[in-house]
């Protein structure tokens, strides 16, 4: 699934002034695919099933203002697991270098740092005549579930190009770019999720070596149970609330696990800081 490829065509465009908007929604989840400060809850996803239901649904809306922190954390999540040098295999001792504020692994023959920083997948949601194009994961982890044809961005290629790639190697589609739909940061495991709204360039699709299976799903009867990881849960729901107010969107939040969870619980976490525009 690393290889690479040629992006034949990728477009977007925004022609009107961009609205900012912070909210905080206490009901459930939403498209109209584009042709193609305290703990957020992100709502339920039961509004899937009833995305055709005419009785509309209270949303609250708030205003909520990031606010990063003022004191960072003394230390890297995992910089502890860094016991050698990557450059001359020398070891490594840990401690705060000079002007910095975390703790790095620094090798104490050459005196080199190891710097760690979070990885970025990249994906498309497929909206094919109403239809979303799911993979189902060949692979650990998450096994047999369902998921976005997405993967870990490759050094040297953008951000739109991984994503086309990505499709190509899980879904055997080629897929042309309309726009970006979400960014989704998950600091406890270092990772940043950029997911495109995109439309097949053909019909066709089929299982590459990572899926077992692909299908479109309208978006009232997404397997929202049998998704394989948090970022998808969020993703889709942010879609079937874009498709059910008519109204496209690029998202922004953070994913935050619920503390005592198991990491295989998709729907045990919160939406920070979500924020749309």
Known sequence: MLKAIQVSGCRWSLKQPLTLTFISISSSFS????????????????????LHSSTPRPRTLRFTPFHASSSPPLHSAGVRNIKFCQWCGGPTKHDIPDGEEKLRAICTLCGKIAYQNPKMVVGCLIDHENKVLLCKRNIQPSHGLWTLPAGYLEIGESAVEGAIRETREEANADVEVISPFAQLDIPLIGQTYMIFLAKLKTPHFSPGPESSECQLFPVDEIP???????????????YAEDVKAAKPKFHYGIINKRPGTSPSDIHAYTLDHHMQL
Request: without cysteine; hydrophobic residues 35%.
């Open 31 to 50: 498209s109209k695919p584009y042709s193609s400060s305290s703990p957020i809850p992100y709502p339920s996803l039961n509004l899937i099933h009833s």
């Open 224 to 238: 929202i149970n049998s998704l394989s990881f948090s970022s998808m849960v969020v993703t889709l729901s942010l």
